[in-house]
């Protein structure tokens, strides 16, 4: 039996228990201690069914979509990464000042997704489950349902209303982010070298637009000229996808010309290949070359090249993924729980 169908049978387990508490009249309601952090199981007594919905609604999205999955995972980075995982990457702006407006997030898909399971478990459970919570829940979702780990996600999060371009702009790390930027950006989250190494391996599935890394290929110094870290042979093969003359603003990964997947030859499976990929040839963003470039990173990286099982790596991801998720997050009397995620925030 899979991490996944074992986690099923524990949540039907709990489901049955639930239902039983409060037919005898029993007490299934936490206490005020932990109402006011993150933990796995928080919506047990509240909303039992909450994440079987999620996973649910997310396996039906990816079946009319597979391409959702890479951006749902890149959702819950660029939530977490600017002002913590507080679901204000949904909030749409009518001045167009929001953080979707901002220009890392203009490629970014995905939001009728969220929108679509938070208005499905309005229907069970009205005003319960916050946007943020199910940011955190599809992102596992899309990895799982793209054959990679299943791991229990910490719920309890509230939303922010608060959603600034600017705010995205200054705390998302560019593709074309050397080491040291990279360390920086993380840094400032608490996330050390090995987590940086581990959590761009969710550069395993997805695709980006050639603006993104285009200047690696045709001016890297402003001297028109080819970033030498980069393989000749894939850098020759991205030359005949990404022509020169693209345009686009080459942060994040959208902007002009073709899509090219991040992890050729794997781009939707979750799996060991973009480490053997990154170590081979550089990889296709400037940053995930910078890998190469710090002895923790590339140490890391070296290990899953020559890794003959994903497990390692899978229990590393579980645990960076819930790191991350605890970035900055509103509980108990902080933030709000919205009745629906693409709310206006101006």
């Given at each position: 039996?899979?991490?996944?169908?074992?986690?099923?049978?524990?949540?039907?387990?709990?489901?049955?228990?639930?239902?039983?508490?409060?037919?005898?009249?029993?007490?299934?309601?936490?206490?005020?201690?932990?109402?006011t952090r993150?933990?796995?199981?928080?919506?047990?007594?509240?909303?039992?069914?909450?994440?079987?919905?999620?996973?649910?609604?997310?396996?039906?999205?990816?079946?009319?979509?597979?391409?959702?999955?890479?951006?749902?995972?890149?959702?819950?980075?660029?939530?977490?990464?600017?002002?913590?995982?507080?679901?204000?990457?949904?909030?749409?702006?009518?001045?167009?000042?929001?953080?979707?407006?901002?220009?890392?997030?203009?490629?970014?898909?995905?939001?009728?997704?969220?929108?679509?399971?938070?208005?499905?478990?309005?229907?069970?459970?009205?005003?319960?489950?916050?946007?943020?919570?199910?940011?955190?829940?599809?992102?596992?979702?899309?990895?799982?349902?793209?054959?990679?780990?299943?791991?229990?996600?910490?719920?309890?999060?509230?939303d922010g209303?608060?959603?600034?371009?600017?705010?995205?702009?200054?705390?998302?790390?560019?593709?074309?982010?050397?080491?040291?930027?990279?360390?920086?950006?993380?840094?400032?989250?608490?996330?050390?070298?090995?987590?940086?190494?581990?959590?761009?391996?969710?550069?395993?599935?997805?695709?980006?637009?050639?603006?993104?890394?285009?200047?690696?290929?045709?001016?890297?110094?402003?001297?028109?000229?080819?970033?030498?870290?980069?393989?000749?042979?894939?850098?020759?093969?991205?030359?005949?996808?990404?022509?020169?003359?693209?345009?686009?603003?080459?942060?994040?990964?959208?902007?002009?010309?073709?899509?090219?997947?991040?992890?050729?030859?794997?781009?939707?499976?979750?799996?060991?290949?973009?480490?053997?990929h990154v170590?081979?040839?550089?990889?296709?963003?400037?940053?995930?070359?910078?890998?190469?470039?710090?002895?923790?990173?590339?140490?890391?990286?070296?290990?899953?090249?020559?890794?003959?099982?994903?497990?390692?790596?899978?229990?590393?991801?579980?645990?960076?993924?819930?790191?991350?998720?605890?970035?900055?997050?509103?509980?108990?009397?902080?933030?709000?729980?919205?009745?629906?995620?693409?709310?206006?925030?101006?």
């Open positions: 039996m899979s991490g996944g169908e074992l986690w099923l049978l524990r949540r039907l387990l709990v489901m049955v228990l639930v239902l039983a508490l409060r037919a005898s009249g029993g007490e299934v309601a936490g206490s005020p201690e932990e109402e993150l933990r796995v199981g928080f919506y047990r007594a509240k909303c039992p069914v909450a994440e079987d919905v999620v996973l649910a609604e997310m396996r039906a999205i990816l079946e009319e979509d597979p391409t959702l999955a890479p951006s749902l995972l890149r959702m819950h980075y660029h939530d977490c990464f600017v002002q913590g995982c507080d679901g204000s990457i949904m909030l749409r702006s009518r001045s167009g000042k929001g953080e979707r407006d901002a220009t890392p997030n203009r490629s970014m898909r995905g939001y009728d997704a969220i929108q679509r399971i938070k208005a499905r478990l309005e229907t069970v459970c009205r005003l319960t489950v916050s946007c943020a919570d199910i940011i955190a829940m599809a992102a596992r979702d899309a990895v799982y349902l793209s054959k990679g780990p299943w791991y229990d996600v910490e719920t309890g999060r509230k209303d608060v959603s600034v371009a600017e705010y995205a702009e200054n705390d998302l790390a560019p593709p074309d982010s050397n080491i040291v930027d990279v360390k920086t950006f993380f840094s400032v989250k608490s996330l050390n070298g090995k987590d940086i190494a581990v959590l761009f391996g969710c550069h395993s599935i997805g695709t980006s637009h050639c603006a993104a890394f285009q200047k690696r290929l045709y001016n890297f110094t402003g001297r028109m000229d080819q970033d030498p870290s980069l393989d000749a042979r894939y850098a020759a093969q991205l030359k005949k996808l990404c022509p020169p003359g693209g345009h686009g603003h080459g942060h994040g990964h959208g902007g002009g010309g073709a899509k090219v997947p991040i992890d050729p030859g794997s781009g939707y499976t979750f799996d060991l290949s973009y480490y053997r170590l081979a040839t550089g990889g296709l963003f400037q940053s995930d070359g910078s890998l190469r470039d710090d002895p923790v990173t590339r140490g890391y990286v070296e290990k899953l090249a020559n890794a003959s099982s994903p497990d390692e790596y899978f229990q590393d991801f579980a645990a960076a993924m819930v790191k991350m998720g605890r970035t900055d997050v509103l509980t108990g009397d902080l933030g709000e729980i919205r009745e629906t995620c693409d709310g206006f925030v101006d």
